[in-house]
């Protein structure tokens, strides 16, 4: 008895959904192995480029201004204690802190929608 093979759809289906085992094939069967891989394999070559900063380096990128902010008020905060010229460091620590953090989320976001 051969196996059937289940129709191919009409639609473009998304990659990311588990392709379905048809009933009369073994779950732990080579067929369904390899299919898996060659899915796998299409979103690795979809979304992961070589060279290209991957979508979820920039989820990270408010943290990263939240950041870098806060060392710099942080040490604004010191040195005015140091130097008893209470917020004047700190405010300038704030504001080259968030133009720093504004730099790197642009610079990020450059390399990320760049065509290559």
């Known amino acids: 008895m051969k196996p059937q ?18 009933s009369n094939v073994p779950v732990d069967s080579n067929q369904h192995r390899l299919e898996q891989d060659r899915r796998t394999a299409e979103l690795r070559k979809q979304y992961i480029r070589t060279g290209r900063v991957r979508p979820t380096a920039l989820a990270s990128a408010g943290i990263e201004l939240a950041g870098i902010a806060l060392v710099m008020v942080l040490g604004g905060w010191w040195l005015d204690d140091r130097l008893n010229t209470k917020p004047a460091m700190m405010i300038i620590g704030l504001v080259i802190g968030g133009v720093g953090g504004i730099y790197s989320i642009w610079r990020r976001g450059k390399k990320f929608f760049s065509s290559k």
């Open 5 to 22: 093979t289940p129709p191919e759809p009409s639609e473009p289906r998304d990659l990311t959904e588990t392709p379905p085992v048809p």
